[in-house]
């Protein structure tokens, strides 16, 4: 069986993605509220996402790319994704005024 190589792009493409779906559908709900400060959230959680695949790529294919380690630097990029559309979410949100 042979094995593509992953690139970069993709997994930053990836990480990207899926942050763009998840913050798409909060504000989806915010949209239907009526206010227009909600597009700013979705530049800035996209960006997270993909600085959170940015780092599984970099923790997974090219510091542990097999083992144990990997299964940990998995989890750990994991926990470091949610961590940055996390961070990324309060920035926005502190930056338009609607984080207290």
Not at 20 to 48: N, Q, R
Not at 55 to 82: C, D, E
Not at 84 to 91: A, E
Request: hydrophobic content about 55%; some cysteine; charged content about 10%.
């Amino acid at each position: 069986m042979e094995k593509h190589p992953a690139t970069l792009g993709k997994y930053a493409l990836q990480g990207a993605g899926i942050a763009l779906v998840l913050v798409a559908i909060f504000l989806l709900f915010l949209l239907l509220v009526g206010d227009v400060w909600i597009f700013e959230p979705l530049l800035t959680v996209t960006i997270g996402g993909a600085l959170g695949g940015l780092v599984y790529y970099q923790m997974v294919h090219k510091w542990f790319p097999n083992g144990w380690k990997r299964i940990l630097a998995t989890s750990l990029s994991v926990l470091i994704y949610f961590a940055l559309l996390w961070g990324c979410l309060v920035l926005t949100f502190s930056a338009t005024g609607h984080w207290d």
